[in-house]
């Protein structure tokens, strides 16, 4: 290497240490400088590390290649390649008392002195070194050597060799090598292959060879231009880089013929590329007169049959210092970790950080690959601290059949956990919909069953001008109050809130009834009062203060309202508007409210953030004029569509309101199950092909894909297609007859009674308890099953669980022409098949064809043949 580039060799069995060679080879130590300082004469490789020069050897002039020594002992021995072809061993001083010491100064000497190019130790074989020279027309360019080679005739007795400053010894210069090889040609690159000891991979001038010493006089060889810098890749024995130039070529032993992928060319000329020790697939090349190195990670996508495919490529670049890169040399087992040489010898050790790869895996456990470490990121199951993240919550519900109950349709509240009040109110507020939607259908149909679903704002809109109020009497008091009278739209709306139940009468005891058996006393007692029933009210807080878990407040607060006067300047009057904020339900509040307001204004009822929308709507439908009212459900309605509150579709109803209030909502929660299910209860079909609908209910279904919930996702598009006729997909794969092309199932079905009967074309009976034997169309035979070699048609009598007799009852009970076991089953690749029920009893014990000489893997090439249902493996 003298006059050229300094490169650079990481020992291969001492990790610490290194040698940097041009004119002269020296030994440096590498230690950590974490927490010491750095020593004196050290050299500093990065902010951790610092080298100490060990020792130098100036004995072997003219270098052009060095190989270290592959094994343990002697473990500073390396091998010279000088520009007269010589090969010379040397070592850096180190073990002395080793057994093969007298190894030190041998040479090797070739017929003809010409330059080596290149060294290569042998990795099964340690004493076996080959040497690359360049092109002499009567000797050969390939040498191996044997460096514990005995006397031979061919050796030169004696020479004086130095060793070492100021000492001499006599030793042997070897001129008989092993074994020649490459004959008038010229060797510029070379390595042994490591999955045989007598393989050698050669870069010749013209072409790449591989010589097997076994048969020295016969090569493999490919021409090409790419002969430089051979190396194998250490995880792959078949994979071998060389270069040209700027080009890069990756060549696969297997398929020698040419190469397999060639990376993207350099604009300046390569001057070394090397796989990485501790990385699969991964090589770093080197261009002159650059400060780059440039890295191509070489990933294979497995196949389903097993066959190579092209790798992917992902290419990027590190810059390990500012200077240009004379030469780089991976460490062997630091993983990722290269030392630099610049070409004034300034040196610095670099780690190539990986990427990382990251992976939302669709149950909300989040991976992440980073070198050979993976990291795992999922929810715990038993942390109950931590509110649960939507998929979750969406993927328990799908198991739970969540929305798909459209009888009792309040009942998918309880379905979803029963947790959240606001789901609560929204399947509450569909299932009255539905239910007095059927009712108005069934009175007069056509009449106002749309009208329903298009929420209380526009019911409250169709009865303006058509209300009076009037002064009633307080149950139990010398009282009145001005109410409103109720006309059909205003107890229609009440209906909806929950207040009143179906029919005529307008009593909201069963109401009253139902909340104190679900413990809800103070909401009750509220309810009571604002239907002016105070007596009602005081003995349902005393019930509560009674019970097991009530709160004895309650007793205090039903005396602070039997003490109720309707004097407006009276010290109760002063002491409820004053201390009734302190009172922290907010039910409790409301009443105070509504007992200290004044007549017509109740902004301390209808504003309560805290109270339900239903019970605030209901209050204002019977308290408030229509001018008053109108304003009122405008403004909550534009508020629970800002904040994106399903309790306001009762106020929206499935109309493009509700659409507005449930984008609002997905937006905030991400919950498309809800949004999904809310959507195909009863909205217009308008409302159905709206964009954001449809966006959601494709989500929805895909998110049901990606837990492999297909049972479930199939429940959805059944449910979907009931509520929605329009969304039902049309046939999208029929069997037609290979000689007439037509549908055998369609035409089947449109074959006529009338003057000849279905026997004429191979079945028998009616057509639901058909055997298709042959098209109905061309009255060609059908295809005959792989396996059992009977016309497909035929009912499987083989099945486990199934006879002919059975199969027949089936078949009239489904209505089906045939049962999955005898559906029509074929690979897309070979174009056999037969029974599905056959198939996959074949394919259970077989990975290829049943079809003899047919070597294709069927079952193989779907590469979700063998997945399992996710419902199927819940615990």
């Known amino acids: 290497m003298s006059g050229t580039k300094p490169d650079i060799l990481w020992a291969p069995h001492q990790v610490d240490r290194f040698v940097v060679c041009d004119s002269e080879l020296s030994l440096y130590h590498v230690e950590s400088t974490v927490n010491s300082e750095l020593k004196a004469g050290s050299l500093r490789l990065s902010e951790d590390s610092a080298a100490t020069l060990l020792s130098i050897n100036s004995d072997t002039p003219y ?16 091998a010279v390649g000088q520009a007269n072809g010589r090969v010379v061993l040397t ?99 070379l390595c042994w292959l490591p999955r045989d000891q007598k393989l050698l991979l050669a870069g010749m001038h013209r072409n790449l060879a591989i010589f097997d010493l076994r048969n020295t006089s016969q090569k493999m060889f490919v021409n090409t231009k790419a002969v430089q810098g051979v190396t194998v890749d250490p995880y792959f024995h078949d994979r071998v880089a060389s270069f040209y130039e700027g080009q890069v070529a990756i060549w696969d032993l297997r398929k020698f013929e040419k190469p397999v992928l060639t990376l993207t060319e350099q604009p300046k000329p390569l001057t070394k590329v090397a796989w990485c020790p501790t990385r699969t697939g ?29 790798p992917t490529i992902i290419e990027r670049s590190v810059q390990p210092c500012d200077n240009y890169i004379a030469s780089f040399a991976w460490h062997p087992t630091s993983q990722n970790r290269m030392i630099v040489v610049t070409p004034n010898r300034t040196m610095s050790d670099f780690t190539v950080f990986e990427r990382i790869s990251l992976a939302w895996s669709p149950i909300t ?113 010398d009282k009145q109050s001005d109410i409103q009278n109720l006309n059909e739209e205003r107890i229609l709306a009440l209906q909806l809130c929950g207040w009143i139940k179906k029919g005529t009468d307008v009593d909201v005891g069963p109401f009253l009834n139902s909340l104190v058996q679900e413990g809800e006393w103070e909401r009750a007692a509220a309810v009571a009062l604002f239907n002016l029933d105070i007596r009602r ?53 409301v009443m105070f409210a509504f007992l200290t307001s004044e007549t017509g204004s109740y902004d301390g009822v209808l504003y309560e953030n ?75 079909l308008d409302v159905l092909k709206d964009e954001r609908v449809q966006y959601w209910i494709e989500n929805y279904r895909n998110l049901l894909d990606a837990w492999r919930f297909w ?89 486990p669980g199934g006879s002919k007799s059975d199969e027949k009852v089936d078949l009239s009970k489904d209505k089906k022409l045939a049962q999955f076991n005898n559906w029509f089953t074929w690979c897309h690749n070979c174009r056999h098949g037969g029974h599905a029920g056959h198939m996959l009893s074949w394919f259970r014990d077989h990975a290829e064809c049943p079809v003899s000489a047919c070597t294709c893997k069927c079952m193989q090439l779907d590469t979700t043949g063998n997945l399992v249902p996710a419902e199927t493996v819940q615990p």
């Open 63 to 78: 270098m052009k290649c060095v190989a270290w020594y592959l094994n343990y002992d002697p473990e500073c021995l390396l």
């Open 537 to 589: 009210a005081i003995q349902i807080l005393n019930e509560g203060a009674s019970s097991e878990k009530g709160d004895l407040n309650l007793n205090v607060v039903a005396m602070a309202l039997s003490g109720y006067t309707d004097e407006k300047n009276s010290l109760w009057r002063e002491m409820c508007s004053t201390l009734r904020l302190q009172l922290n339900n907010p039910y409790l509040c």
């Open 282 to 310: 991964l090589l770093a090349t080197l261009t002159r007169d650059s400060n780059i190195i440039r890295l191509y990670d070489m990933q294979h996508t497995p196949t389903p049959i097993g066959d190579e495919t092209e």
């Open 711 to 799: 049972h479930k996702r199939a429940e959805f598009d059944i449910h979907r297609s009931k509520l929605d006729p329009s969304s039902k997909p049309l046939a999208q794969v029929f069997v037609s007859c290979n000689f007439c092309g037509k549908s055998i199932s369609y035409s089947c079905s449109t074959v006529p009674h009338q003057g000849r009967g279905f026997s004429q074309y191979g079945v028998s009976g009616s057509p639901t308890k058909s055997k298709v034997t042959s098209c109905p169309g061309c009255r060609k035979p059908l295809p005959r099953c792989a396996l059992c070699l009977i016309n497909m048609g035929t009912p499987v009598s083989s099945c």
């Open 365 to 477: 456990s989040l991976m992440w690959a980073c070198g050979r470490h993976l990291y795992e990121c999922a929810e715990e199951e038993n942390d109950n601290s931590l509110e649960k993240d939507i998929a979750t919550k969406m993927r328990l519900r799908a198991l739970s059949r969540y929305g798909l109950d459209t009888e009792q349709v309040w009942r998918n509240h309880i379905l979803a956990g029963n947790e959240d009040p606001q789901l609560k109110s929204l399947w509450y507020t569909l299932h009255f919909m539905k239910q007095y939607t059927e009712d108005m259908d069934q009175k007069s149909p056509g009449n106002k069953g749309s009208l329903v679903y298009a929420g209380i704002k526009s019911i409250v809109k169709s009865s303006l001008g058509t209300v009076e109020s009037s002064r009633h009497n307080w149950s139990s008091l």
């Open 610 to 684: 805290k109270v339900a929308v239903r019970d605030r709507v209901a209050f204002a439908c019977k308290f408030l004029s229509d001018s008053q009212l109108n304003r009122y459900i405008e403004k909550l309605t534009n508020e629970m569509k800002e904040a994106g509150n399903l309790e306001g579709i009762l106020l929206t109803g499935l109309t493009k309101d509700g659409v507005d209030l449930m984008e609002s909502y997905v937006d905030r929660t991400g919950d498309v199950q809800t949004a999904s299910y809310c959507m195909l209860q009863g909205s217009p």
């Open 91 to 189: 070592s850096l001083g180190q073990d002395h008392n080793s057994k093969f010491k007298d190894l030190i100064g041998k040479e090797f000497v070739p017929k003809h002195a010409r330059q080596c190019n290149t060294l290569a130790w042998n990795p099964l074989d340690s004493n076996w070194l080959a040497a690359g020279l360049d092109k002499h027309r009567a000797d050969f360019s390939v040498l191996i050597w044997d460096i514990c080679s005995k006397y031979t005739p061919d050796i030169v007795p004696m020479e004086k060799v130095r060793l070492s400053a100021g000492e001499t010894e006599t030793t042997l210069l070897v001129t008989k090598p092993l074994y020649e090889l490459g004959q008038n040609d010229a060797c510029l690159s």
